[in-house]
């Protein structure tokens, strides 16, 4: 008995840990060409459910819904790539930190502005009843955490091989890693870094409308989830995809059993046990467990 | 050259440029005195209300516009000095003069603290290391309800005024609130002017603008940063003990990420590294989604001022990188140019000592002048070149 409800509490911090782990992998995407923390990048996610959602709301099915948020996402990730961020230039992470607090402003403002300030439910993917599960040892997967945990993987499974194997994925790493040279060879370095934006804009895009039916949509959903991100991507490393999903699980699953098991920190100071551990990495070991090691320790 | 001509030319430290400048002051000082008896209490407390937005804009320009450490933490700081008075006036009875000032050395020690972690890294990391601290700030409020009344609030923090005939009519608080608000940014203000104009401003911009090279001219890194985000926490919670007493209620949700934002948007907009632009900026943000509010009673009328800030963040720091302080600091050299005072004459027979080991010095690469007089100009060149950026 006791064991099972360790089970459940795991597979809980899983199932928490996939949907930062997801978000992490969108701020990887745009970090790793543009040295950019995207901290808009929720705000983004949340617009292109509302698009899914408006979409759906009008008769279009659910899937091709979501595939056009995905790819209004990804269009307007290119659109912030070309116009605001690239013409400021490969070293400006201040002026490019603040365009990212001027997005988050404006489109969190932007969405209440045309759909309001209330919260709205959103249809499920796959069956979302009460009695909608697989049961695992005795442990209550649902489908609809089970959708999200498998198109992470395969998420992070395609851009595992897209980075590893294929031609353009070589050049994007060569971009990141040495954009002179790189651009010596023919990489074209500002289009590389244009596609890590198109899907960081599509990864964010997709993520929404499979959290939305449980956190409901609203203009405020991405709030903490942007934070649990940026823990996730902190501790896998910047730059690193498969650490941004093993950084998410691990967080989701020490805040959950820290959450359960330590009386003193209880559901409340859950959002603080993952900012310790932010705290934490950054004076350890700042370039992340899988991250390269760039930043100057002074 | 010739738009030279037509521009009023004034000359540092002449009495016209002294007189314009004590003009500048009184004319402050008597806005100041004349608004109580202009404005209704209401609008008095609304620009009670943005005088300390204004304050927390000013200590955030410390650190973020002249130390150049952007921080995404600064409502905590804002929210921890309000609480401080909070929790100290409401639950211990401490009397609020004092609580503002145990408020201002937490928030020091607090800002020490941070700035520690915040010393061993850069650029986007310094951001996280501030925005965790930000964020953790709520949750600890909420977690210790017991003392901080949690996510329902504190109520009933008030501070009494004095017991004057000015403060003694019907709006005698709305009065006292109006000038506590006043005294602190004035306070905020000198505070960061007299930091800033001298060698520890000096270094300040030096380590911002080339750390290495102001650490081998012997700027004290640690000391110096250390200093500049613990005096910029304190001037924050002060702004925040002060909207404690002003606001009389306290929740965790007013100290949020987007208030940090916002105190940012003051920044940028009323102009970064620039005395006054901050104040600007702080009754910008408390102004606009009032004035939005009070135009429009639809129900995205707070959002409107959200995608206004927005909007104008981006444009700014793609066209107008020194806010609207530079905006109209251009404005005003198109008409008024001050120059600086002449150097005052050395003696001749002083002049053709300095001068002439110098010249031979030059020329004939052989001999071992006297340097002095060159190391000293270098000096002061130096120290020139990094304010001017």
Redesign the interface.
Known sequence: MEFELFLTRLVQGINNGAIYAFLALALVCTYRGSKALNLAQGELAMICTFVSWSLAANGVPLPLAILGGVVVGGLSGAAIERTLIRPLGRDAHYSVLLVCVGLFLAINALAGFIWGGDPQSFPAVVPDAPDDFVPVMGVRLRYQQLVILVVLLVLVAALYAVFRYTRFGLSMRAAASNPDSASLVGVRVNRVNAWGWVLAGAVGALLGPLIAPSTTLSTSMFFTFIIYACAAATVGGFDSPIGAVIGGLFIGVTENLVASYVGFIGDSLKLTVALVILLVVLMVKPSGLLGTREVERV | MTSAKQRLVIVEGSALHLGLRIAGALAIIATAFALPYVLEPFRLSQIAGACVYAMAVVGLNLLAGFG?Q?SLGHAAFFGLGAYTTGVLTTGYGVDPALSFLVGIVVCFAVGVIVAF?A???????V???T???G??FP??V??FADLTGGSTGLFGVTYQPPDLAYFSGFNGRVYWNYWLAVAGLALACLVVRNLMNGRFGRSVIALRDN?TAAVIMGVNRTGTRVVVFGTSASIAGLAGSLFAVSSGLLTPLSFS?LLT?YF??GM?IGGASSFWGPVLGGFLIYFVPVWSAELSSI??S??????V??????LI??FLRSGLAGLVRTLLGLVVRVEPRMPVAVPSAARASLSEPRLTERHHLSAPADDRPELDRSGVGSTDAARNH
């Not at chain 2, 800030?309 to 981006?314: L, S, Y």
């Open positions: 150049g952007i972690p010393l061993r890294l850069r650029g986007i990391y951001a996280l290391v925005l965790a601290v964020l953790i949750t600890l909420i977690r750390e990420l934002l940012l948007a940028i129900n995205g707070q959002n409107l001022a959200g995608v800030f927005g909007v104008i963040i981006i720091t793609f």
